[in-house]
């Protein structure tokens, strides 16, 4: 079968791309450049994705990979900014679409400044994604300074990852490594594997180039290029009942792994250079691993 890839949208005119190739399935929303849904044959869908999540102009989607640009969590200087910076509510445009092969296929979505971008960081850049869908998965968000100064970015691929049973999972490649615990406001050092029993709103620092995902018999790899933070997050009940687009007990399903540049990780941006962030992710199941 050849790539599949097919311009949609929904009754209310919300678009995005759907891809079909020989290893996988993918939906990229053209707002935000915001791929929401990925499959692998043969594998569980990889992505979590919540079903009270909005399809709407200007509304970021609960799941799949939001991409956090050009600032990661809250603006330090003006609180009436969308947390996570702009790049996830503007309309992003598809400029490469096409089938590496039979098995993989090649999206490129490119943000450019407009008013509303530039009233809200006042930076001349040209930011674009490409995601190559395939048995594996990958998403590299190149940014690059066009402007006449320098800038800062912080930045993240916030990928929402589904899972089985959030109280089986296990999360390795942190294990000593400092991580900023954002509920309490202080730095603790990681001893083993990260399990998930409470609220978790953390970001490693130089985390294992792999980090491993792991539950019952299936596995999941994430390799970052470009990163020295990762960003673990589960809101646990309190704050999936507080959101409007999360169900109350969506926090067992899901857990954030983000490939990111957070907090002190946060990236200088040269005139006419470039910075790249880059997640690999791969899936497979335990059996395969033991052999
Ligand atoms: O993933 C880390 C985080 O910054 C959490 O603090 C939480 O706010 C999460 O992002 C979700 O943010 P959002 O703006 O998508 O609701």
Redesign the pocket.
């Known amino acids: 079968m050849h790539s599949l890839i097919i311009r949609k949208h929904y009754d209310n005119g919300f678009e995005y791309i759907e891809i079909k190739n020989n290893q996988a399935e993918a939906k990229i929303a053209l707002q935000g450049a915001h791929l929401f849904h990925y499959k692998a044959i043969d594998k569980p869908a990889l992505l979590w994705l919540s079903k009270l999540a909005y399809f709407e102009k200007g509304k970021?989607i609960r799941g799949g990979v939001?991409i956090c640009f050009p600032w990661f969590?809250k603006h330090k200087n003006n609180a009436s900014l969308a947390?996570?910076g702009f790049a996830r509510t503007q309309m992003w445009e598809v400029v490469i679409e096409e089938e590496i092969d039979v098995d993989n296929t090649h999206i490129r979505l490119e943000l450019k400044p407009n008013a509303d971008t530039l009233a809200q960081w006042p930076y001349l850049f040209e930011a674009h994604l490409d995601m190559i869908i395939g048995a594996t998965l990958s998403m590299a968000l190149h940014v690059t300074n066009k402007d006449t100064k320098p800038f800062v970015i912080s930045t993240a691929l916030?990928t929402y990852f589904a899972v089985e049973d959030i109280h089986t999972v296990l999360i390795k490649g942190l294990e000593n490594c400092l991580y900023f615990d954002?509920l309490k406001a202080e730095t603790f050092m990681q001893h083993k594997d990260v399990q998930i029993q409470e609220e978790v709103?953390r970001v490693y620092s130089n985390p294992s180039k792999t980090i491993t995902l792991l539950q019952n018999d299936t596995s999941v790899q994430l390799q970052e290029e470009g990163s020295s933070s990762l960003?673990v997050?589960n809101p646990w009940i309190e704050k999936s009942q507080a959101m409007v687009d999360m169900p109350d007990d969506g926090y067992k399903r899901m857990v954030?792994l983000?490939t990111s540049n957070a907090r002190d990780d946060a990236r200088i941006v040269k005139v006419n250079e470039s910075h790249v962030l880059k997640a690999t992710i791969s899936q497979c199941n335990k059996k395969m691993m033991t052999n």
């Open positions: 970021a939001p969590g947390q996570h916030h954002a709103d960003v997050w954030c983000e």
